[in-house]
Nanobody, 125 residues
Framework: QLQLVESGGGLVQPGTSLKLSCAAP????????IGWFRQAPGKEREAVGC???????NYADSVRGRFTISRGHPRKTVDLQLNSLKPGDTAVYYC???????????????????WGQGTQVTVSS
């Protein structure tokens, strides 16, 4: 069983930046592909992006060029850097993990075995 914890959410103004982190207390995430998802009030959960164990990334069109997923150093976190935030980015952000020790790919589908509880990001002036 892998426990995931997201952190870094908050209330920010449009145009500003925020960094979210996903960690597994007492564990490293080296062998896990990590996906980031978000869910806004009244909307379905949607993929934000993902990172493979070989650091390959994929992003949703709505965030490509503004959001960046990276593996932290030491490799105990996977971070989601959110830049140029818009009110439409307001949502609860979740990280999810699948154990894929040798796979160079990650999936944008929500077919992940482990999920965090989420962290709220609110973009408002």
């Amino acid at each position: 069983q892998l426990q995931l914890v997201e952190s870094g959410g908050g209330l920010v103004q449009p145009g500003t930046s925020l960094k979210l982190s996903c960690a597994a207390p007492g564990r490293t995430l080296d062998s896990y592909a990590i996906g980031w998802f978000r869910q806004a009030p009244g909307k379905e959960r949607e993929a934000v992006g993902c990172i493979s164990v070989t650091r390959g990334t994929n992003y949703a069109d709505s965030v490509r060029g503004r959001f960046t997923i990276s593996r932290g150093h030491p490799r105990k976190t996977v971070d989601l850097q959110l830049n140029s935030l818009k009110p439409g980015d307001t949502a609860v952000y979740y990280c999810a993990a699948n154990r894929t020790p040798r796979s160079p790919i990650c999936t944008m589908d929500p077919q992940y075995a482990y999920w965090g509880q989420g962290t709220q990001v609110t973009v408002s002036s």
